[in-house]
Nanobody, 125 residues
Framework: QEQLVESGGGLVQPGGSLRLSCVAS????????WGWFRQAPGKEREFVAA????????YFADSVKGRFIISRDDAKNRLYLQMNSLMPEDTAIYYC??????????????????WGQGTQVTVSS
């Protein structure tokens, strides 16, 4: 039903910051748990961060805790990922994903039924 489109990716130096956005369209009801995954070359797609429908219960992969902030603005149908203190290991295609109700806390791809096309983030000097 819904369509998710990411934006905001690009090239950034180590230690820099970047803010990703995801806009949702084509759905009637608010997205439940809404989050981000990423996939680096030669690696499997991995969970990054997600947040509940009310926007007050975020959770993160250990690798990004303390560096990334996830937030949402449902009035604008948008999800954000503020990425700080970026490292080369953060280089990946970042995907926005929406989960079915009842899946808060899940880090599994199978819990997320709608996906965007991805946006490239490259951290390099």
């Amino acid at each position: 039903q819904e369509q998710l489109v990411e934006s905001g990716g690009g090239l950034v130096q180590p230690g820099g910051s970047l803010r990703l956005s995801c806009v949702a369209s084509g759905r009637t009801f608010p997205i439940a748990t809404w989050g981000w995954f990423r996939q680096a070359p030669g690696k499997e797609r991995e969970f990054v961060a997600a947040v509940n429908r009310n926007g007050d219960r975020p959770y993160f992969a250990d690798s990004v805790k303390g560096r990334f902030i996830i937030s949402r603005d449902d009035a604008k149908n948008r999800l954000y990922l503020q990425m700080n203190s970026l490292m080369p290991e953060d280089t990946a295609i970042y995907y926005c994903a929406a989960a079915l109700p009842g899946n808060w806390g899940s880090r599994s791809e199978s819990a997320f039924n709608s996906w965007g096309q991805g946006t490239q983030v490259t951290v390099s000097s």
